[in-house]
């Protein structure tokens, strides 16, 4: 079971990036990375094994962007191995997955005949190179990723950085879960609220087949029909890591709730 973390962020978030990942290593992983924007231009450093290993990378090859993704990967599709590793890349993005997908061969196959040149053998790399696709017919990121998830067949929670959005992380889940982080002028991503912690006290998870498009001031959730998620369409719960009973209207007008008891991530 993989670990996924993002971080948009006012200082470098290479080390909160590791710190969150290291919460989430009660998944089991053989690897693990991750990418950041230097500038507006991805980078990204990845290692097999330890996330000491990582570290130790990342001592010598360091990264100091404001805005990130990190992974930690249990391997399902490909061996254990750095080029297995994520964040997969292509020159228009990053992108971590938890889940596998299920279609990605023919996915896979029908991307290399149109161009596309693969440098792993995991099913995450064809979600990248989907995107990147759908961006290449003058889709806007977000539009791209939502011309692809309707394609991808299986569970997955992924977590996407642009090349020159330097403002801007795109999630979306399907059977795995993904939560949502609220902080000041920040705005996190993680597979649970465990690997958030540190970061805010306030967390949603996002429902089955809802994607968000997120900035460092502002949330943009959607359903599975591609409907905006606000007071009309449905309630959102947001969860305080240290406050019971609290419940409060979000500034967008969401109707939120947040009892601590609920940290349990969504069935």
């Not at 992983?29 to 924007?37: K, N, P």
């Amino acid at each position: 079971m993989c670990g996924i973390v993002g971080i948009l962020g006012r200082e470098p978030v290479a080390e909160h990036l590791v710190d969150a990942l290291k919460r989430l290593e009660y998944r089991g992983y053989d690897s693990a990375g991750i990418a950041t924007l230097e500038g507006t231009g991805l980078e990204r450093r990845r290692a097999q094994g330890k996330l000491r290993n990582l570290e130790k990378k990342l001592e010598s090859e360091p990264l100091r962007g404001t805005i990130g993704i990190g992974h930690t990967r249990w391997a399902t599709h490909g061996r254990p191995s750095e080029a297995n590793a994520h964040p997969h890349v292509t020159d228009r993005l990053a992108v971590v997955h938890n889940g596998i997908i299920e279609n990605f061969r023919e996915l896979r196959e029908e991307l290399e005949k149109s161009g596309a040149k693969f440098a792993s053998e995991t099913d995450t790399e064809v979600v990248a190179h989907l995107v990147t696709h759908e961006m290449s017919k003058g889709r806007s990121p977000a539009e791209a990723v939502k011309a692809a998830l309707p394609r991808l067949r299986g569970a997955f929670a992924l977590v996407f950085l642009f090349k020159g959005e330097t403002d801007l992380l795109i999630g979306a889940r399907k059977g795995s879960p993904l939560a949502v982080g609220y902080g000041d002028g920040e705005m996190y991503l993680g597979s649970d609220a465990i690997a958030l912690a540190p970061f805010t006290d306030m967390i949603s998870y996002l429902e089955d087949g809802d994607s968000v498009v997120l900035s460092r001031k502002s949330v943009a959730v959607h359903d599975a029909r591609l409907i905006a998620v606000m007071l009309d369409h449905g309630v959102r719960r947001i969860l305080t890591l240290n406050e019971r009973d609290f419940h409060r209207y979000a500034p967008e007008g969401i109707a939120i709730a947040t009892p601590q008891s609920i940290l349990a991530e969504p069935k």
